[in-house]
């Protein structure tokens, strides 16, 4: 599968991708399985660019975090809801 491309902006990463749908396109369910991983990937790629600086960086980090703090919101509320969740 492939993995799209870390984008050049932050808050092109703040919305998770759609949590079924990542975890449907995988063959085994882990722990490991992230909507996020784009914002993940874009964080880290920053850091590469930036010779590890952090500060350079934190704006993707917070992307990273809403990004985090969406997606669990979104599986509580479909828990809340009684819609099924992949995992």
Request: charged letters at 30%.
């Amino acid at each position: 599968m492939s993995t799209p491309s870390p984008s050049n902006s932050p808050q092109d990463n703040v919305k998770p991708a759609d949590y079924k749908n990542v975890f449907a396109a995988r063959q085994s369910y882990t722990q490991h399985t992230d909507p996020c991983e784009h914002a993940a990937k874009a964080s880290l790629s920053c850091m590469d660019r930036n010779d590890y600086n952090r500060d350079n960086c934190m704006d993707y980090f917070q992307a990273y975090r809403d990004c985090k703090k969406a997606w669990l919101e979104q599986r509580r509320e479909d828990r809340r809801a009684g819609r099924p969740t992949p995992v």
